[in-house]
Every structure is written in C-alpha cells, then in structure tokens.
C-alpha cells in the first residue's frame, strides 16, 4: 500500500509514501507548455503517473478539496481551475481502471493535522518546512531549473503524510 498526495492546479505535484513514511514517487503535474509557459494539463501523461503508481502497489489517495473559502466567506477565484484539476485527475484515475482510494481533504483539515506546532507563517512556507525537515535528502523540492523551493511538491508530500496518519490511527483503532 502506498500513499499518494495530489496537490491540485498547474503547479501542483503528485507525492507517494510507503507505508514507512518514505517517499517512493514525486512529480510536478503533468502540463502541457508552448513557448516556456504552462498551456494545460497533460492529460495523457496524469493518466501515466496512475499507471506507474499502481507498480508500487494499491492506493490510498489524500487530494485537496478543490473549494476553497477566502477570509470574507466567498469561493476563491480559483476554485473554478482547481475543479477542473481535480475532475482532470478523477477522470485519469477512473480511465486506468485502477481501485484506489480517494479521501478529498480541505486545505484547514490536512494543515491543520500535518503542521500543527510549527511557527506560524504562510502555509506554503510551513509545508516547505515541514518537508525539509522530516525528508531532507529524499524529496528535492527545487527539481529542474526551479530556483526556490516548490510548493506544490511540498503540500503534496503534507497531503501523503495526511493520508498515512489517518491510515495508521484508523488500523489502530480497529478500523481496516
């Protein structure tokens, strides 16, 4: 069993944890670029990190809710590309024909589990340190020509850790 995080949109990545904690897979998502800019996603090669995934064995998949709430109570404006992401990346999984698991997580839900105790900043500085600390030669969070450190990778990384934990606290309390 492994556990994947999905951090949704253009930069987000697809992290995977044995059942040890140690990271078996990382990859940005897959887009299309033209010019050096990011296009679209690559729907073709989501459905081919599913297909690698499932060599390591069955999934328990921890994905990022794809609404978002600003601080005055409103969808943010995203929301309508982190839809398409997550209907992009469902749409890949069903085509594999792969079961797996899917545990759509809020951003507060997984934040709060995963970084809780660490000194309050912007969450995407948290999860980049978070990762740096408990995987700090195993997950390259400046992969490529990337100059500093990806956040996506590190929020999904923070997503599998989510996943993982409430897998054990599930199996510990009796649960499958």
């Known amino acids: 069993m492994i556990f994947v995080g999905i951090d949704l949109g253009l930069t987000g990545a697809v992290v995977a944890l044995d059942r040890d904690a140690v990271p078996c897979f990382v990859e940005r998502t897959p887009v299309i670029r ?3 800019r990011i296009i679209t996603y690559d ?9 690698r995934l499932s060599e390591l064995g069955g999934m328990a998949i921890s994905m990022e809710s794809a609404i978002r709430i600003d601080r005055g109570g ?3 404006t995203g929301t309508t590309a982190l839809r398409q992401c997550r209907r992009l990346w469902l749409a890949a ?5 792969l079961g797996a698991t899917v545990d759509h997580v809020s951003p507060a839900r997984w934040q709060a589990a995963v970084l809780r105790g660490l000194p309050q900043r912007s969450t995407k500085a948290r999860s980049i340190a978070y ?12 992969p490529g020509r ?6 996506g990778i ?10 993982l934990a409430l897998h054990t606290l599930k199996r ?3 649960g499958r």
Do not use: K, S
């Open 93 to 97: 999984l069903t085509a594999t024909r």
């Open 43 to 51: 729907f073709d090669l989501m459905r081919d990190v599913f297909e």
């Open 34 to 36: 033209a010019g050096g």
């Open 131 to 142: 990762v740096q600390r408990r995987w700090p030669n195993q997950i390259d969070l400046t």
């Open 146 to 151: 990337c100059r500093t450190p990806h956040h």
């Open 74 to 76: 409103h969808p943010d």
């Open 154 to 163: 590190a929020d999904a990384a923070c997503l599998a850790a989510y996943g």
């Open 172 to 174: 510990q309390q009796g």
